[in-house]
T-cell receptor
Framework: EDQVTQSPEALRLQEGESSSLNCSYT??????LFWYRQDPGKGPEFLFT???AGEEKEKERLKATLTKKESFLHITAPKPEDSATYLC?????????????FGKGTSLLVTP | NAGVTQTPKFQVLKTGQSMTLQCAQD?????MYWYRQDPGMGLRLIYY???????DKGEVPNGYNVSRLNKREFSLRLESAAPSQTSVYFC???????????FGSGTRLTVV
């Protein structure tokens, strides 16, 4: 059974304190690994797609990386506006119709 | 740019009542999805429609029905609501062959 596991469940950082969120996956053939940001009361917002091990993508203070077993979302010098829940999701050979398997998310709080 | 529009935003139902959640997208996407999000459970796929005229079950379809009314609209119906269906429901859409979903802002449903 495909599984996507995110850690930690919650993370509190001071402004400027860099850290990483982890997404480990056990799936039958990864076709793509996705990161989303979700603000309270809103729908998830697409951040990145990674397709193969070694791939990296960056957007402002965020950088996503992918290995054969996990993905990391690195947050460099975070600001309070980076506070949100970050979701990762996998598209796999078990999925049809382009459905995604989501992890439970990491809730990030950045304090001034 | 409306993207994906869901109505209503909030709803309270009594056990046994029925209702339809509406979703419309204006991006000319072929694929549409319904997910539910529960605390500690992550996003789980209820139904999806890979293209106009087709619908398929996802991970948690019991108690729900869907209709792909046309390319723009994908509705989710609860025939006899149960307290276990209390959740936040998200509709999403994507281009065929592309997993970068665009999500709506969600419907928060409470069944009492």
């Amino acid at each position: 059974e495909d599984q996507v596991t995110q850690s930690p469940e919650a993370l509190r950082l001071q402004e400027g304190e860099s850290s990483s969120l982890n997404c480990s996956y056990t799936v039958s053939g990864l076709r793509g690994l996705f990161w989303y940001r979700q603000d309270p009361g809103k729908g998830p917002e697409f951040l990145f797609t990674l397709y193969s091990a070694g791939e990296e993508k960056e957007k402002e203070r965020l950088k996503a990386t992918l290995t054969k077993k996990e993905s990391f979302l690195h947050i460099t010098a975070p600001k309070p506006e980076d506070s949100a829940t970050y979701l990762c999701a996998a598209a796999t050979n078990s999925n049809s119709g382009y459905a995604l398997n989501f992890g439970k998310g990491t809730s990030l709080l950045v304090t001034p | 740019n409306a993207g994906v529009t869901q109505t209503p935003k909030f709803q309270v139902l009594k056990t046994g009542q029925s209702m339809t959640l509406q979703c419309a997208q204006d991006m000319n996407h072929n694929s549409m999805y319904w997910y539910r999000q529960d605390p500690g459970m992550g996003l789980r796929l209820i139904y999806y429609s890979a293209s106009e005229g087709t619908t398929d079950k996802g991970e948690v379809p019991n108690g729900y029905n869907v209709s792909r009314l046309n390319k723009r609209e994908f509705s989710l119906r609860l025939e006899s609501a149960a307290p276990s269906q209390t959740s936040v429901y998200f509709c999403a859409s994507s281009e065929t062959g592309v997993w970068g979903y665009t999500f709506g802002s969600g419907t928060r449903l409470t069944v009492v």
